[in-house]
């Protein structure tokens, strides 16, 4: 006799697609935005060209470069604050 399935037990939660998603989705404010930027397109890449060796359509590599360029500007948010914060150090010698 088969066993009856139990309606008290939760359904199995996909650990490696909730890594995924936490990894991947950015939200306002996040201190780890700008590496999850760089890290999907990376990873898409990756997967997109099956290693290197397919070709990226052009929509596909303009909307990369757009995520890129997003990524360039919070590098240079972050290094001209980076600046800020050195030039407020008392007693440093410039």
Request: glycine share 6%; proline share 8%; charged share 35%.
């Given at each position: 006799?088969?066993?009856?399935?139990?309606?008290?037990?939760?359904?199995k939660?996909?650990?490696?697609?909730?890594?995924?998603?936490?990894?991947?989705?950015?939200?306002?404010?996040?201190?780890?935005?700008?590496?999850?930027?760089?890290?999907?397109?990376?990873?898409?890449?990756?997967?997109?060209?099956?290693?290197?060796?397919?070709?990226?359509?052009?929509?596909?590599?303009?909307?990369?470069?757009?995520?890129?360029?997003?990524?360039?500007?919070?590098?240079?948010?972050?290094?001209?604050?980076?600046?800020?914060?050195?030039e407020?150090?008392?007693?440093?010698?410039?």
């Open positions: 006799m088969a066993a009856e399935p139990n309606p008290n037990t939760e359904p939660m996909d650990l490696d697609q909730e890594i995924l998603d936490e990894a991947f989705t950015l939200r306002p404010g996040d201190p780890l935005a700008l590496e999850k930027k760089i890290r999907s397109v990376a990873l898409l890449l990756e997967e997109l060209t099956k290693e290197g060796n397919e070709p990226v359509s052009g929509a596909i590599a303009y909307g990369f470069a757009e995520i890129l360029q997003d990524a360039a500007e919070d590098v240079a948010r972050l290094r001209k604050e980076l600046r800020r914060r050195e407020e150090l008392p007693g440093q010698d410039q």
